[in-house]
Every structure is written in structure tokens, then in C-alpha cells.
């Protein structure tokens, strides 16, 4: 049973691009967590989703970035018009019932 | 906000019995305490969870006061590989939420 697969591993943007993270979970899990990572700090709370419906999204910023997770594929994680602070790990995760498993994250660098 | 109060670094003798302390004074009755470990810039590793009962598996002990204030990890015998941040977080169930909420973490140094 594979892991949660996240793409890519690295991405570069200048600032102004967007930028597109995937994830796909375990197979038969239903729910998906997206986690930022800033240097040397903490993992941070993004957004919450199952299948077509986003449960909390308390901990994403207001403007430029979004987040789903459609019927079939991968979720997405979206940031539109990329600033130099947007650089940093972005960690998924997925789970039934009780256990979340982390993917291997896409780390961010904007130019 | 986390619920979980750590120390911010330890370190432990290669071989021997790492623990690790965790208070969380605030939790609920339906709130679980879960166990994750993060080694250099990899993502989060499960490593144990439970709710009021003590717990082992493969990685390591859990056992959690009978108040449920309070809790530790212990990794029986620890390897220079188990150097990592180590996060002690209270979940409430995938039907409340759900979701994790780190603190700092305990970075535990494992020295030969």
C-alpha cells in the first residue's frame, strides 16, 4: 500500500506565479490535511477536506490560496501570485479513522 | 493553539530508554493523545496514540496518567536514527475536526 504521494518534491516560482502542490492520499482514505512549514519553524495548520467538500479551512490565508479535493485525482494545493514568504514546506496528510500519515512534502522557493 | 506543553530539547545515551514528558492539563474526555516525530525536513512519522489506556507497539511505549493530565513516550532503546523532534498533540476525533495542531516539540538528541 503506497504512502501519500506528494509532487512535486521542489518547485521553484518567481514571485508573481502560481503555484500548484498535488497530493494524493492512501488508497481508501477520504480525508486529506494540508500543513505549511516555515524555516525553522513549526508545522502549521492549513485546510481540511474530504472528498468534494472542504470541512476547515481555518488556518489558510485569505487571499491567493485555495485548496480542493475533487470526486477523482489528487487534491490541490493552489497559491496564486507567489511572494518570497510563500517559501516553505507544505506537508499533506491523509486518514481513516484514527491515524494521519504525512507525505514527504513539496518544498516551495520563490525567486 | 496547541494543548500540549513540552521541554524543548533533551538528550539521551545510545541504547538507552529515551522519555519523553508531555502535559496536557486541558484535555477533553473524547480528545486523544497522539505521538508524531519529524527527522530533519522529512514529513511528520506516526509513532503511537491512545485515549486512557497505556499503549505499546513496535516503536514505543505511551503511558498516560490516570487523570489523563499528562503523558510519556518512552522509546525503549534509543538509536542514534531516533534523533528527531518529537510532538506530543491532542486530536479530538475525525467527526469533531480532527485535525493535528503542533507545538514546538521536544528535539530529542540521541549521543553515541
Known amino acids: 500500500n503506497a504512502g501519500v504521494m506528494q509532487n512535486p518534491r521542489h518547485l521553484v516560482r518567481r514571485r508573481g506565479q502560481e503555484a500548484r502542490l498535488r497530493c494524493s492520499p492512501m488508497k481508501g482514505h477520504s480525508h486529506v490535511y494540508w500543513y505549511r512549514q516555515l524555516p525553522e519553524e513549526g508545522l502549521k495548520f492549513m485546510v481540511y477536506l474530504q472528498k468534494e467538500n472542504i470541512i476547515d479551512e481555518s488556518g489558510m490565508p485569505k487571499e491567493r490560496f485555495s485548496a480542493e479535493f475533487p470526486k477523482e485525482g489528487p487534491s490541490i494545493l493552489r497559491i496564486q501570485q507567489v511572494v518570497r514568504g510563500d517559501s516553505a514546506a507544505y506537508f499533506c496528510?491523509?486518514?481513516?479513522?484514527?491515524?494521519?500519515?504525512f507525505g514527504s512534502g513539496t518544498q516551495l522557493s520563490v525567486l | 493553539d496547541a494543548k500540549t506543553t513540552q521541554p524543548p530539547s533533551m538528550d539521551c545515551a545510545e541504547g538507552r530508554a529515551a522519555n519523553l514528558p508531555c502535559n496536557h492539563s486541558?484535555?477533553?474526555?473524547?480528545?486523544?493523545v497522539y505521538w508524531y516525530r519529524q527527522i530533519h525536513s522529512q514529513g511528520p512519522q506516526y509513532i503511537i496514540h491512545g485515549l486512557k489506556n497505556n499503549e505499546t507497539n513496535e516503536m514505543a511505549s505511551l503511558i498516560i496518567t490516570e487523570d489523563r493530565k499528562s503523558s510519556t513516550l518512552i522509546l525503549p532503546h534509543a538509536t542514534l536514527r531516533d534523533t528527531a523532534v518529537y510532538y506530543c498533540?491532542?486530536?479530538?476525533?475525525?467527526?469533531?475536526?480532527?485535525?493535528?495542531?503542533f507545538g514546538q516539540g521536544t528535539e530529542l538528541s540521541v549521543k553515541p
Open positions: 486541558t484535555i477533553s474526555g473524547n480528545e486523544y
Open positions: 496528510a491523509s486518514s481513516l479513522r484514527e491515524k494521519l500519515f
Open positions: 498533540i491532542v486530536r479530538a476525533p475525525d467527526n469533531q475536526g480532527g485535525k493535528l495542531i
